[in-house]
């Protein structure tokens, strides 16, 4: 079962593994860089019980630096290559029309754009040629500060990408949502997100919720620096938002987060 639907067929709340394979990104930058750390930890995470390996080769925090194509390429096909027969699901995520082809021949069948903007990324063409699932992000930080209603004008930014997206041959049943955690939003926003997510494509489209680690946990936590603090805190916000109707979690740590889902999804079935 390596197609996305296949998987959430089962009724199940999925959970995506974080393969950041860069010297820089926010929490674990560095720690899999290299090429056989970063397969380890993945066979790792799959043992745990991830579901989908998202593999990335260029940090994406405030402040981050560049990658060009042929390095961020370097960085994660390899990787692509040694797990695309693990029974996982891969998931590319890039802005790069270039890496996401590549990865889409090595295996992956999920591309992760959190650019914002697919008119500017190219990425729904490349989503389209390899009949890929296409993560179509709202991204704050593209189209200035996020003021007023938050969800006018998420509806409005995600409505555009995905009218673009099918425009090109993206297929309706390959988008996936994810509202942006910490991309340019405020803290307060983020709560507010997550308090309604269920309001932001009411059920049409699989929401993905990816706020593991991020500053709203050390914010509503004060945990600081506190790693284990930290995903405990991802954690309650991910079951929070699996109660709002997130299909898929994004996340760091995998075991304790789905010991937490497998309770939670079994309450939900007996009511």
Do not use: W
């Not at 790069?96 to 992956?108: N, Y």
């Not at 998420?154 to 425009?167: G, Q, R």
């Amino acid at each position: 079962m390596n197609d996305i639907y296949d998987r959430r067929a089962t009724h199940r709340t999925l959970i995506m593994g974080i393969l950041n394979c860069t010297p820089d990104s926010f929490s674990d930058g560095g720690m899999f860089f290299e090429h056989d750390k970063a397969v380890d930890h993945a066979l790792q995470m799959i043992a745990d019980g991830a579901d989908i390996i998202d593999i990335g080769g260029e940090s994406t925090r405030p402040g981050f630096t560049p990658v060009d194509e042929e390095d961020e390429i370097r960085r994660v096909i390899p990787v692509f290559e040694a797990l695309k027969n693990k029974n996982v699901i891969l998931s590319s995520d890039t802005t790069k029309p270039k890496v996401a082809a590549a990865a889409a021949q090595a295996g992956c069948s999920i591309i992760n754009d959190i650019s914002g903007d697919l008119r500017v990324s190219g990425l729904a063409d490349v989503a389209a040629e390899y009949d890929a699932h296409l993560v179509v992000m709202f991204n704050c930080r593209v189209n200035g500060a996020c003021t007023g209603d938050i969800y006018d004008r998420m509806k409005k930014e995600l409505t555009a990408n995905i009218d673009y997206a099918l425009s090109r041959g993206v297929s309706r049943d390959r988008i996936i949502i994810d509202p942006g955690i910490g991309f340019g939003t405020t803290r307060q926003q983020d709560l507010d997100i997550t308090k309604e997510l269920h309001r932001i494509t009411g059920g049409r489209y699989p929401v993905l919720y990816a706020a593991s680690r991020k500053r709203i946990v050390g914010e509503l936590t004060g945990c600081g620096d506190d790693t284990l603090a930290r995903d405990c805190g991802s954690d309650a916000l991910a079951l929070y938002a699996v109660s709002q109707g997130a299909s898929v979690i994004r996340s760091h740590r995998i075991k304790e987060l789905k010991a937490g889902i497998a309770v939670f999804d079994r309450i939900c079935e007996d009511v």
